[in-house]
């Protein structure tokens, strides 16, 4: 069985690595794990473990998704949490003008749901974790680094291709493995 995972790779920018690079020092104090700047994704489907029948039909239905969908950009801009405001669980730059993404994901939800998969939330919201919270002391430096990056704009992404990634988890955290490679339409 493998840990796979379909994800939107983002390039890196100086944007995204000055503001990665700004909240590890200004929280190095925090119980944070950072995602790796290589790790960058935009994820569209979490398997989890699948066993290697389900991993044959998820490449074929992500390929007719590839072929559903054409290629698109958006943008990436401003930065929140997800959670409650006093337990903040993860840390995001959002993705804005995403119709293109907004659409894809759609269609992957549609091309799995005859194999029981259904989307985690009802409301998708397209974002890329910079950092999973396990516990904050200074909250109120938390909420001032968000409200530095609230307004920033971090780059204009095109999209012309999706992955299919297995994950490993190791102590040094996950690596991840390109599974397949989708082309857009």
Not at 131 to 145: A, E, P, T, V, W
Not at 157 to 175: A, C, H, M, V
Request: glycine share 8%; charged share 20%.
């Amino acid at each position: 069985m493998k840990r796979l995972f379909c994800a939107i790779k983002i390039p890196r920018s100086n944007a995204l690595y000055e503001a990665m690079a700004t909240f590890n020092e200004a929280l190095a104090g925090e119980r944070i794990n950072w995602v790796d700047l290589q790790n960058l994704h935009l994820t569209l489907k979490f398997f989890g473990d699948t066993a290697p029948l389900m991993e044959e039909n998820i490449i074929r239905v992500l390929g007719a998704a590839a072929d559903n969908a054409g290629a698109f950009s958006f943008d990436l801009e401003g930065c929140g949490s997800f959670g409650p405001p006093k337990t903040p669980r993860v840390v995001w730059i959002g993705a804005s003008r995403a119709s293109g993404l907004v659409k894809l994901y759609d269609e992957v939800n549609k091309q799995l749901k005859p194999y029981g998969y259904v989307p985690e939330k009802p409301n998708y919201v397209p974002h890329l974790t910079l950092g999973r919270i396990k516990s904050i002391q200074n909250l109120n430096l938390f909420k001032q680094m968000l409200v530095v990056y609230q307004n920033t704009h971090f780059g204009h992404i095109d999209i012309n291709r999706f992955f299919l990634y297995q994950s490993k988890l190791t102590p040094e955290g996950p690596e991840y493995k390109v599974v397949e490679e989708f082309m857009l339409a």
